[in-house]
């Protein structure tokens, strides 16, 4: 492999920009960290501190190409944006009360793909279910979508499980987990960042992003977990040991399903014989990670099969395919669909996201290439997607590191549009948001991607 090395400039410095960049992106926790503990706070609130905190974030590429953003600062300020939440309470998000109810029936030896907490409350899953809504303090009853048994893949459980030790019930045991995973997610992208000739310093793309910091220790989003197994399937993937890294894909789809959708591209190398043997340990191995789930219910009262099926938050253009489709679908003279749309939308989707995996995948020759196609993959998946919380921007975020693609840094800078829709819901204005507001988050994100592309191409 033939990659270019980047030397860092000599007398590395603390410049003002970064000074005031590293100021307001930890000011930015400091604030939400102290409001946070207020009922009454106003949501737009917080969208607006993330907002403005993500405008100074964006400013960091330039710094970073001068060299001014040395490894131990870049670990610093993003410790210290973190360490500021363990004190904080989550600011307009529950989803961690399915985790301390999933890790509290694994402890007790139950499985939580077979029993939502509401079969188990009204007391229609046995005597050990019962025994565990009442250990859990009022979880149970606090969590969104109790019909449904978890949706959370096995890894994602084992870490819940690791949480539930050091604090049974509580919430700083996800937090020194979901750290923890972020820590060891972050050493190895710097050592995919050396690999690639890249400064280490980089990494402050990921670590000073104030949306992230937010969603991961304040808001205790569990997509922390997926940061290890993901960078560490690309850094094997560009170190040319594909079966090695469909095992970490493996892994990384045991703590969220979609990363399967990069195998074209991370496993796509070498030999006839090494890829289609990449491929079968990805099958088996992603088949066992999931036996557990295999073992519960895929019926409809799986967490997994509603959120294929039917669930859909804070997306711009799966709305607009599916207007698409509607009117090519429609029977004018019958008045009836001829097939259901949202369906043919979800699965035009997939087919995009597939035929995209396998011809990029195909089209690499430079192993250093594989991390701007994973990335490609994935941003699309995430723009297309008909949910697109701000959580979901980690699955990004390291790739950006390496290639900084200037639309995809302004979607980190508007998501936290999102947090309007909460003040929107408590006025019955929800409607206006998911119609009007939605295009204010992705709009100008895909208007700056389709300039970025024409420009390069006219310069081509």
């Not at 005031?20 to 930015?28: A, D």
């Not at 972050?186 to 995919?192: E, H, K, M, S």
């Not at 190398?269 to 990449?278: D, F, I, P, V, Y």
């Not at 995948?361 to 699309?380: E, Q, T």
Request: hydrophobic share 55%; net charge neutral.
């Amino acid at each position: 492999m033939t990659v270019q090395r980047e030397t860092p400039p000599v007398g590395v410095s603390l410049n003002h920009t970064v000074l005031f960049i590293s100021l307001i992106v930890i000011g930015s926790s400091v604030l939400l960290g102290i409001l946070s503990h207020r009922e009454d706070l106003a949501a737009w609130i917080t969208g607006l501190t993330l907002g403005i905190a993500g405008l100074a974030w964006m400013a960091l590429p330039g710094p970073l190409r001068a060299g001014h953003v040395p490894l131990m600062l870049a670990l610093g300020v993003g410790l210290a944006m973190r360490l500021v939440y363990f004190a904080s309470d989550p600011i307009r998000e529950i989803d961690f009360l399915r985790y301390l109810w999933d890790a509290g029936a694994v402890q007790a030896g139950l499985n939580p793909f077979s029993v939502g907490p509401a079969e188990a409350i009204a007391g229609q899953a046995g005597a050990d279910w019962s025994a565990l809504v009442d250990r859990s303090g009022g979880v149970a009853q606090g969590i969104s979508y109790g019909v449904l048994a978890t949706i959370y893949p096995p890894v994602a459980q084992a870490a819940f499980w690791i949480a539930h030790q050091l604090d049974p019930w509580g919430l700083a045991g996800l937090r020194v987990v979901f750290l923890a995973a972020e820590l060891g997610g972050l050493w190895l992208l710097v050592l995919l960042l050396k690999e690639l000739g890249r400064p280490a310093g980089w990494i402050a793309i990921y670590w000073w992003n104030p949306l992230v910091a937010k969603e991961i220790i304040n808001s205790i989003h569990m997509d922390a977990l997926l940061l290890p197994a993901l960078v560490g399937a690309l850094l094997l993937a560009v170190r040319a040991r594909p079966v090695v890294a469909a095992l970490a894909l493996a892994v990384a789809a045991g703590v969220k399903v979609w990363p399967l959708v990069l195998a074209p591209v991370l496993l796509w190398q070498g030999r006839r014989r090494t890829w289609m043997t990449a491929g079968i340990v990805l099958v088996i191995a992603t088949l066992l990670i999931a036996m557990p789930m295999i073992l519960g219910r895929l019926d409809s009262q799986s967490g997994l099969v509603a959120y294929a099926g039917g669930w859909e938050r804070n997306h711009a253009l799966f709305g607009a395919l599916r207007t698409g489709f509607e009117w090519l679908l429609l029977d004018e003279e019958a008045w009836v669909y001829r097939a259901n749309p949202d369906s043919v939308t979800r699965i035009a989707v997939m087919l995009v996201l597939g035929v995209t995996a396998i011809v990029l995948g195909w089209r690499i020759r430079d192993r250093a290439d594989i991390p701007a196609a994973a990335l490609a993959v994935s941003a699309m998946l995430l723009l297309l997607s008909p949910t697109a919380y701000p959580w979901y921007y980690v699955w990004i975020l390291p790739m950006l590191c390496i290639v900084p693609v200037r639309g995809l840094l302004l979607l980190g800078v508007l998501l936290p549009l999102y947090y309007l829709r909460f003040d929107m819901v408590d006025r019955g204005n929800a409607h206006l948001f998911d119609r009007y507001i939605v295009w204010l988050e992705f709009g100008p994100v895909l208007a700056l991607l389709a300039y970025d592309l024409v420009t390069r191409r006219n310069a081509t």
